[in-house]
């Protein structure tokens, strides 16, 4: 679930956890491919590891 804000396809952020950078390749909402989450929203995110430092800074 997305806690504040919104997340797109092609955002950079970091997971808290290790700290590692990732990519937001799809958003999936209800199994249905999205192209925005928002506040609010249950949202599987498909990731990939992305090289350098993030454009945008998100934590998850």
């Known amino acids: 679930q997305i806690q504040s804000g919104r997340c797109r396809v092609d ?3 970091i997971i808290m956890l290790n ?3 990732v990519e937001i390749t ?3 909402r209800d199994n ?3 192209d ?5 929203e249950n949202v599987q ?3 990939k590891k ?9 934590s998850m």
């Open 50 to 58: 992305c090289l350098g430092n993030p454009r945008w800074i998100y």
């Open 32 to 34: 249905t491919k999205t």
């Open 26 to 28: 799809n958003i999936y």
């Open 45 to 47: 995110l498909k990731l």
């Open 36 to 40: 925005v989450g928002v506040y609010g």
């Open 11 to 13: 955002d950079q952020c």
């Open 19 to 21: 700290r590692k950078c």
